[in-house]
């Protein structure tokens, strides 16, 4: 088994949990690899039409959004870093920052679907410097008050957040990287299953419009019409399982 994540922390947790399986799956224990890197680099780690299957579970951990100093949440004060991986990389208070206010509005309409993307990005440029993930959520939270009772079941932060950590981590780009055939139809062996778990429209659009387009083509058969979600018993033991959506393809 190879295992690739752009975060130290997650590959020394994955470590620690591998190294010794438990006594019943012993004999059946995989040899494991653990590797420094986005799943987009997967085909320089397998060898072509060598891999059964390939599981790509999409997005920001809990123990990313629960570790203050990581700075991906607006739920604690932290500083603006959000970068998955913490030693490469523009950090997201770079971004805020640095880029002007064109560029921020696109990012955050583009990644964040956020339709007062403009109202937001004029707010952060004229409250510059901003250092911390409470002062930019209180600045987004001023400029983006919610409007109706849509708006107000979702924090007003929530959209611009998503949108800078999936620039500052390049997350659609390491997607369609690794969905590309390059990489997935280069390394599945014939049988071999891909699986997707994606936890927002844009990386579902995705995954779905690559397995679509693959299986036109004859590289897929698509195992998933639609994507299958959590049921009620999943999401009251884990409430962020609620928007995963999982699909699934079979290499032709």
Do not use: C
Not at 28 to 41: G, K, M, Q, Y
Not at 90 to 102: C, I, K, P
Not at 174 to 190: E, G, I, T, Y
Not at 212 to 220: F, I, N, S
């Amino acid at each position: 088994m190879i295992g690739f994540d752009k975060d130290p922390a997650a590959l020394e947790r994955a470590r620690e949990r591998l190294t010794k399986p438990p006594a019943e799956l012993t004999e059946d224990w995989p040899r494991v690899e653990l590797v420094h890197t986005s799943f987009a680099e997967a085909a320089q780690h397998a060898a072509e039409a060598s891999v059964d299957g390939l599981l790509a579970d999409l997005g920001v951990s809990s123990m990313q959004l629960e570790d203050a100093a990581r700075g991906f949440s607006f739920q604690a004060e932290g500083p603006l870093d959000m970068r998955m991986d913490p030693h490469s990389g523009l950090t997201a208070e770079q971004v805020v920052n640095r880029f002007d206010e064109r560029e921020l509005a696109d990012a955050i309409y583009e990644f964040g679907e956020e339709r007062r993307s403009r109202r937001i990005a004029r707010a952060i440029v004229r409250a510059r410097p901003i250092h911390s993930t409470a002062q930019l959520a209180a600045v987004i939270s001023a400029a983006a008050r919610p409007m109706n009772q849509a708006e107000r079941r979702i924090h007003p932060a929530t959209r611009t957040f998503q949108a800078i950590r999936i620039l500052v981590n390049r997350e659609l780009d390491d997607l369609r990287a690794l969905l590309s055939r390059d990489v997935v139809s280069r390394v599945l062996k014939p049988g071999g299953r891909l699986v997707i778990i994606s936890f927002h429209s844009l990386e579902d659009r995705i995954v779905k419009d690559a397995l679509r387009d693959g299986a036109r083509e004859g590289l897929y058969r698509v195992l998933t019409r639609k994507p299958v979600t959590a049921e009620e018993e999943e999401i009251a033991g884990n409430p962020r399982s609620r928007s995963a959506k999982l699909r699934a393809a079979e290499r032709m």
